[in-house]
């Protein structure tokens, strides 16, 4: 790992795999490498953490999936948000804002 590349604090990663599905379905890789994209290569998830959260989000009702062919013709399932996923995901949003307000100012604090 990277010195730049930082661990997923527990329960941010539920929040940044609903932030990457926001757009469009996805496979597992795919979701991988958006989260990787939109954190600017700070959180790389590994499989062994990605498919059991996906699994778990997706038991809660905030996923659904179905297979279909990936980019290199391989069976891969995809993953979408549901209506409570999306509700989940600003929920999700609020609270980390006000968690990371909160670090941010006890910081900063004298």
């Given at each position: 790992?990277?010195?730049?590349q930082?661990?997923l604090?527990?329960?941010?990663?539920?929040l940044?795999?609903?932030?990457?599905l926001?757009l469009?379905?996805?496979?597992?890789?795919?979701?991988?490498?958006?989260?990787e994209q939109?954190?600017?290569g700070?959180?790389?998830?590994?499989p062994?953490?990605?498919f059991?959260?996906?699994?778990?989000?997706?038991?809660?009702?905030?996923?659904s999936?179905?297979w279909?062919?990936?980019e290199?013709?391989?069976?891969a399932?995809y993953?979408r948000?549901?209506?409570?996923?999306?509700?989940?995901?600003?929920?999700?949003?609020k609270?980390?804002?006000r968690?990371?307000?909160?670090?941010?100012?006890?910081?900063?604090a004298s």
């Open positions: 790992m990277d010195a730049e930082t661990n604090l527990q329960g941010t990663l539920d940044v795999i609903l932030k990457a926001a469009e379905e996805m496979h597992g890789l795919g979701i991988s490498r958006r989260i939109i954190t600017k700070t959180f790389q998830v590994k062994g953490s990605l059991p959260a996906l699994h778990r989000m997706e038991e809660a009702g905030w996923l999936s179905a279909g062919e990936s290199n013709n391989r069976r399932k993953y948000l549901t209506k409570t996923g999306r509700r989940q995901l600003g929920a999700e949003t609270r980390w804002s968690v990371s307000l909160a670090i941010k100012r006890a910081l900063e």
